[in-house]
């Protein structure tokens, strides 16, 4: 089992001086840039999406407050048709006016209600971008370290998977830049 440390360390040490492995080496360090890219777009994904959530949110708030705004001023003039009145001509004004407003807060509750759910599909979206974009980075960390076996072990074999998972990795983060 020493023995079988050792000579990991030995073809480790090795690696930076054998031709054999240069193209390893030189791929691992696209497969590292590429990891860098595809975490930079990620991260921007989930700073979107964190800005979306928070204007979904705000939108949705601003919706209820005009909602209970309505509400109020339909129980006013709910009382106004109830109680006696001292002056009729008065609280035929403030009718009027209340019920403009409450006409007024279905017109914006509307636009608010369309902006809230609009904005509720765009945080859906930027989720399973997001997603995506962090498969994809998995990928390529994995193919890197499976990469990196190849100079330990001095098998190509690991080489060749770690190939196969960066492609697949560089292919899932394209194919996120399309999710809709």
């Not at 949705?60 to 339909?74: L, P, T």
């Not at 076996?149 to 697949?168: P, Q, V």
Request: glycine fraction near 4%; hydrophobic fraction near 45%.
């Amino acid at each position: 089992m020493a023995l079988d440390i050792e000579e990991l360390h030995e073809n480790a040490q090795s690696g930076g001086t054998d031709e054999r492995l240069a193209p390893v080496s030189v791929s691992m360090a696209v497969i590292a840039v590429v990891v860098s890219v595809v975490s930079l777009m990620g991260a921007r994904i989930h700073a979107d999406e964190m800005v979306a959530q928070t204007q979904e949110t705000d939108q949705w708030s601003q919706y209820q407050a005009k909602v209970i705004r309505e509400r109020s001023y339909e129980v006013l003039l709910d009382e106004l048709s109830v109680f006696s009145l001292q002056n009729v001509a008065a609280a035929s004004q403030v009718k009027d006016k209340y019920s403009k407003e409450i006409t007024r807060y279905n017109g914006e509750m509307k636009d608010i209600q369309n902006q809230a759910n609009t904005t509720e599909v765009k945080v859906a979206t930027l989720e399973r971008r997001s997603n995506w974009f962090d498969f994809s980075e998995v990928l390529l960390e994995s193919s890197l370290v499976i990469c990196s076996i190849t100079i330990l072990t001095m098998k190509r074999f690991y080489w060749f998977i770690g190939l196969a998972l960066g492609g697949s990795g560089v292919v899932i983060a394209v194919l996120g830049m399309f999710v809709h």
